[in-house]
């Protein structure tokens, strides 16, 4: 199928809606994976903390919190639409299936982002520019060896997530 008409196919398929409230869910689940991996010493990564700072760098603590709170929300919601016109795209027949799907989803996903984030933390965020951050190190590994595992398997459970229930709600 080209482009053209695959995208005309999903527009008549695709509940906008639906997917923005799945990636909202998987992109708390998420949280919980990444926050999880903090609390146990297996990273040193904030995800909150690291995204609020790079746009409020000397704000007060909620507020950069809140700020990074939002920022991963509306990546969720963005996410959730990618990954429901992707589940349309494969026509995943059951909600084993779209869970199955949104974990391979999500696993090519995190292992994109661990490769990409060192490098755009590196060039755009100013407290890693200034050294009042560390530098996140190849794969994100300066941050704890452990790290690279816990992004993937957080992005793994976000497409997990968001698939199962996307498909349970369009059905």
């Known amino acids: 199928m080209n482009t053209s008409l695959l995208a005309v196919s999903l527009a008549g398929n695709f509940e ?22 903090l609390a146990s010493g297996m990273t040193s990564m904030d995800l909150l903390r690291t995204l609020g700072t790079m746009v409020a760098p000397k704000a007060s603590n909620s507020v950069v919190y809140g700020v990074g ?14 990954h429901a016109g992707l589940l349309h795209a494969v026509d995943v ?31 755009m965020h100013p407290l890693v520019r200034s050294g009042d951050m560390p530098a996140p190190g190849v794969a994100m590994t300066g ?13 793994v459970v976000f497409g997990l997530v968001t698939g199962a229930i996307y498909v349970a709600a369009v059905g």
């Open 16 to 37: 906008a809606g639906t997917a923005i409230w799945a990636g909202l869910v998987g992109a708390v689940a998420m949280l919980a994976v990444i926050y999880m991996g």
């Open 69 to 82: 709170l939002m920022m991963h929300l509306m990546m969720g919601a963005a996410f959730g639409l990618v």
């Open 93 to 123: 027949g059951s909600d084993g299936a779209a869970a199955g799907y949104g974990a391979l989803f999500g696993g090519v996903h995190g292992l994109s982002v661990a490769v990409m984030m060192p490098i755009m933390l590196n060039m």
């Open 143 to 155: 941050l704890g060896k452990m790290t690279p595992m816990g992004i993937v398997m957080a992005h």
